[in-house]
């Protein structure tokens, strides 16, 4: 694996998103000095938080999957995560409606599943989703092993027996048929292949490596923090000042000093910091505009679709209504057709709608209760611009809305007391390349060493972090990318890191294992 040349010994992190502040963490816990820089007021990066006239709203992911990554990051500066975040594991991890009128509880723990799908569908169903729980299983243990949780130097390093036994369960036929092979009923094959959509690729054309994903979001158990999401990042920030760690909010990042292939300081509008290297969390144009150098691909990087998101503070909510509720419409791959090829937004659209009030009260005044809407939308790369959303923002907010009414939430026009809508004009001012949250799409030419690399050549003292690089979109990943980014500083093998060295800094502040 190749490292960072030259010290290391104070590290500067631009960015407290959850990738900056699990390489943060990770870095601290190998007996680094760290900075980060953010330049919003609260950690969190896309993870963050507005407040609607006290509707506590989470900005970014609503699904915490795979908390032992966590629980990781605190225990490399001897941290434990039930002293920061509270998790409550979710049963149903999801409530699905389909447009049938029919509804099906999705549950993580193979038992109520199985009783759920014989309910839903028949015990032919039951049996199959025994077999595709199994095949998920040994997919996941492959791919986080040698795929996932991996820096990649060259492709070469893809060519390993493993990459054979990939092959062998599938790996590299099409999702959705691969899932087809286990479960025929068309509404579950939904409920386990509308992830790929994270990745960016529709379930007929995305591998079925990408199956992992349905694992860890309908198998490995999906947890919510008390305090929101953001609870995550906030948690995590304590601890890392906790370790040592100086955090600066507020600042903005402008430049990086150079003397030749070293970078010498992070200049913001705010301070010049010396550092021994420098780890880089923003979108990839950002980082590469930091760096003066935007390596060269063959064909240009694709973005996965973008999304429109309305959070409703309401008055009253709906009995139907799950934790997560995923509400699919009729169409299906027309669905993804219009996200990903013509380029509109969907006509018939298929939602997730949270409502972290259900788990947490507390995050909405005293009697009233807050949902997040999430429509995936194209990308501005392939559909409407920033200024053409501008102009469509009003009236899709009003077509989300009667949709919701017709599938079971009436009156929600009405019971709305506060809102805010985000759609691609908004992803787009924080500096998300084709106005999307989901960054470079998981194509086979963008996964693993296709994707862009947390190494940039030029520079001999950087690497990156977070969704545009290794290993990819999506919370868990983020939280590897930011260990593998440490991983790179500290050339340790795989991302294990040694344990903390207790430091005088450290020593004051509590924290040191």
Known sequence: MRTLHGPTDHVVVVGAGLAGLSAALHLLGAGRRVTLVEREALPGGRAGRTDLGGYLADTGPTVLTMPHLVEEAFAAVGARLADHLHLTELHPAYRAHFADGSRLDVHTRPGPMEEEIRRFASAREAAGYRRLRTWLER???????????????????????DLARLAALGGFGRMDAQVGRFI??????????????YAGVPPARALAAYAVIAYMDTMAGV????????????????????????????????????????????RTDHARIPCD??????DLPTAYRLLGRTPRRAVPLRHS???????????????????????FGRAWHTTFDELTRHGRPMSDPSLLITRPTATDPSLAPAGRHLHYVLAPCPNTDIGPGTQEWTALAPGYRDHLLRV????????????IEAEALVTPVDWTAQGHAAGTPFSAAHTFAQTGPFRPRNLVRGTVNAVLAGCGTTPGVGVPTV????????????????????????????ATTGGGA
């Open 139 to 161: 997919l996941y243990a492959l791919q986080m092993r040698r795929f996932i949780d991996a820096n990649f130097d060259s492709p070469l390093a893809l060519l390993t027996p």
């Open 223 to 266: 947890h919510f923090p008390r305090g929101g999401m953001h609870a995550l990042p906030r948690a995590m920030a304590e601890a890392a000042t906790g370790a040592g760690a100086e955090i600066h909010y507020g600042h903005t990042v402008q430049a990086l000093e150079r003397t030749g292939e070293r970078i010498t300081a992070v």
């Open 479 to 506: 939280l590897i990318s930011g260990r593998l980014a440490a991983a790179r500083v500290t050339g340790l093998p795989g991302g294990t890191l040694r344990p903390r060295r207790t430091t005088p800094a450290a």
């Open 305 to 327: 679709p973008s999304a429109v998101i309305l959070h409703a503070g309401t008055d009253r909510t709906w009995p139907g209504l799950g934790h997560h509720t995923l509400s």
């Open 404 to 415: 919701l009414d017709s599938r079971g939430l009436p009156g929600i026009g009405a019971a």
């Open 184 to 197: 025929r009923d068309e509404r579950l094959r939904r409920v386990f292949t509308f992830q790929a959509l």
């Open 277 to 282: 290297a420098v780890v880089l969390t923003p």
